[in-house]
């Protein structure tokens, strides 16, 4: 079975990274379909699974229950309830077959998967420029909330997969592959990147 998962600074390409890549490999991809998956587990709205999922919550789990969410109580609609589905959604899409999980923590969750773990970052002027690009008529944002942004959604990511995880967030000797798109543009390096994950699973079989 071949996993990737691909865990990414905001505004760093992950996503679109992602997605070309499951593309050029031919294999499942998921990114919103795992908030999906969470609402029809709970009963609960997209929106507010989304925002409960991306807190920080940290503070809200027991520590004895730390990397073992299959343990936790069921909190009704908390954040660590939240997590705990999360964490058997992304295991049952992974069981399917084939795919690129992007965010969620997966590679740490997937860790008996044995997934190939990218991270994707790149400087702040890059992803500035990124979220630029990507802005709407309906959604504009000046510089300075770009970056506010950028330190508050990475800041709880980092939370996050710190619950799971003995390494840091962006801690090298968590992936197996780290990719700086700093002043790139992702389908170029796609070629290279899938390539890359051909071979490791070929590896990984023998």
Known sequence: MRIITVSREFGSGGRELGK????????????????TAVAERTNL????????LDQSVLSQIPISYSRTFSLLPDLVNSPAALLAQQHKAIEELAARGDCV??????????KDFHPL??????????????????????????VHEIEKMMKQIDKARATNHDILSSFAWG?????????NTSGIEIK???????SYAENWFVQMQK
Do not use: M, W
């Not at 070309?20 to 908030?35: T, V």
């Not at 999980?101 to 997937?110: C, D, P, S, Y």
């Not at 170029?188 to 899938?194: F, G, H, R």
């Open 20 to 35: 070309r890549l499951a593309d050029a490999l031919n294999i499942s991809y998921y990114d919103r379909e795992i908030i």
């Open 45 to 52: 709205d997209e929106k507010y699974v989304e925002i409960a």
């Open 101 to 110: 999980i992007v965010g969620r923590n997966a590679e740490t969750i997937l």
């Open 117 to 142: 773990k990218l991270f994707v970052y790149a400087d702040k002027e890059s992803k500035i420029e990124r979220c630029l690009q990507r802005e709407t008529k309906k959604e504009s944002l000046s």
């Open 171 to 179: 801690d090298k000797r968590e992936y197996h592959l780290c990719i």
């Open 188 to 194: 170029t390096l796609i070629p290279s990147i899938a």
